[in-house]
């Protein structure tokens, strides 16, 4: 898996493609996708597009997509993933993952609002998906299986069950959430973990974002950023890469595109993780409550992780 990826969610119509053609032109090899960002067919397109130049093949782009929670059904694993790889014009994925450990019904919509239609977390579910999941490897479908937003318990419940280690588990992961335990015990596991919104991401839908704090204003980062005549931007990026989660941050500018592949070549030394790591501010972004039943304890979704 390439360090850095570009993320495409919130990435809308008209332009995701040439945010995606224009990265894998200029050197990104991992694009983070997703069935349920509405999106695919156009990144698809966008791919044939770069690989009838001749210069970039199918083989060199690490592709993940992911399987939304309507579609964790035994059942519909398997038509699920036909249909992503229909719409990315690909006979394989680099990586699928479950992208929650939450389901909905198969008649809920795609983001239920105030629990409606949403089942929960059951391992006797997430073992039955993840059934449907390893038969994916088996047909060719998928080279590498991976789950998203798990938790410790959940991974040990899943492993309990599972013939195949998960690969990957792509979280929420940045300077103001570290995942030190987490990390620790997926890599006890040889589990990558794989950062999502490794910038904060400052456009989040959230109505209430005001409140939080915004890590491109870290004062620490800042400092470091100066050090090294850099932004605060390709720190955040830089530290996530030199503790191995490789890092998703999503881009449709091309100079944004451009700015975010330099992480690759900026060098933090020991002070600087140090100095990351002691930053007191500990915050999630992406808290999920929408995910949540009706008067269901907040605590089932992380299990009392930062």
Same mark, same amino acid.
């Given at each position: 898996?390439?360090?850095?990826?570009?993320?495409?969610? $919130?990435?809308?119509?008209?332009?995701?493609?040439?945010?995606?053609?224009?990265?894998?032109?200029?050197?990104?090899?991992?694009?983070?996708?997703?069935?349920?960002?509405?999106?695919?067919?156009?990144?698809?397109?966008?791919?044939?597009?770069?690989?009838?130049?001749?210069?970039?093949?199918?083989?060199?782009?690490?592709?993940?997509?992911?399987?939304?929670?309507?579609? !964790?059904?035994?059942?519909?694993?398997?038509?699920?993933?036909?249909?992503?790889?229909? &719409?990315?014009?690909?006979?394989?994925?680099?990586?699928?993952?479950?992208?929650?450990?939450?389901?909905?019904?198969?008649?809920?919509?795609?983001?239920?609002?105030?629990?409606? %239609?949403?089942?929960?977390?059951?391992?006797?579910?997430?073992?039955?998906?993840?059934?449907?999941?390893?038969?994916?490897?088996?047909? %060719?479908?998928?080279?590498?299986?991976?789950?998203? &937003?798990?938790?410790?318990?959940?991974?040990?419940?899943?492993?309990?069950?599972?013939?195949?280690?998960?690969?990957?588990?792509?979280?929420?992961?940045?300077?103001?959430?570290?995942?030190?335990?987490?990390?620790?015990?997926?890599?006890?596991?040889?589990?990558?973990?794989?950062?999502?919104?490794?910038?904060?991401?400052?456009?989040?839908?959230?109505?209430?974002?005001?409140?939080?704090?915004?890590?491109?204003?870290?004062?620490?980062?800042?400092?470091?950023?100066?050090?090294?005549?850099?932004?605060?931007?390709?720190?955040?990026?830089?530290?996530?890469? $030199?503790? %191995?989660?490789?890092?998703?941050?999503?881009?449709?500018?091309?100079?944004?595109?451009?700015?975010?592949?330099?992480?690759?070549?900026? $060098?933090?030394?020991?002070?600087?993780?140090?100095?990351?790591?002691?930053? %007191?501010?500990?915050?999630?972004?992406?808290?999920? !409550?929408?995910?949540?039943?009706? &008067?269901?304890?907040?605590? &089932?979704?992380?299990?009392?992780?930062?």
């Amino acid at each position: 898996m390439p360090l850095i990826g570009l993320g495409t969610w $919130k990435s809308t119509k008209g332009e995701v493609g040439k945010a995606v053609k224009f990265a894998v032109r200029c050197g990104f090899r991992h694009l983070d996708c997703a069935w349920v960002y509405e999106n695919e067919a156009e990144i698809g397109e966008s791919l044939h597009e770069v690989f009838k130049e001749g210069k970039v093949k199918r083989e060199e782009i690490f592709i993940t997509s992911k399987l939304w929670c309507n579609r !964790h059904a035994p059942e519909d694993v398997l038509p699920t993933c036909q249909e992503t790889l229909k &719409n990315l014009q690909t006979d394989y994925l680099d990586l699928y993952l479950i992208h929650l450990p939450i389901t909905f019904r198969k008649d809920a919509a795609l983001r239920p609002s105030a629990g409606e %239609g949403i089942l929960g977390y059951s391992h006797e579910r997430m073992a039955q998906t993840w059934q449907a999941m390893e038969q994916l490897v088996e047909k %060719g479908l998928c080279k590498s299986i991976g789950i998203s &937003n798990f938790s410790v318990k959940k991974i040990q419940t899943l492993l309990e069950t599972a013939k195949i280690v998960p690969a990957c588990n792509q979280v929420e992961s940045h300077p103001y959430l570290s995942q030190l335990e987490l990390k620790k015990y997926c890599d006890s596991k040889g589990i990558v973990i794989a950062a999502y919104s490794p910038l904060g991401s400052p456009d989040r839908p959230y109505p209430d974002k005001e409140a939080d704090p915004i890590i491109l204003n870290d004062s620490v980062l800042k400092k470091i950023a100066d050090k090294h005549k850099t932004t605060v931007a390709l720190v955040a990026l830089a530290w996530g890469i $030199k503790r %191995g989660t490789p890092v998703l941050p999503k881009a449709v500018s091309e100079n944004h595109i451009k700015d975010n592949l330099e992480a690759l070549h900026l $060098k933090l030394d020991e002070d600087d993780m140090k100095a990351v790591e002691s930053i %007191g501010i500990r915050h999630r972004y992406f808290k999920m !409550h929408s995910m949540l039943r009706p &008067n269901e304890d907040p605590q &089932n979704l992380w299990d009392g992780e930062e």
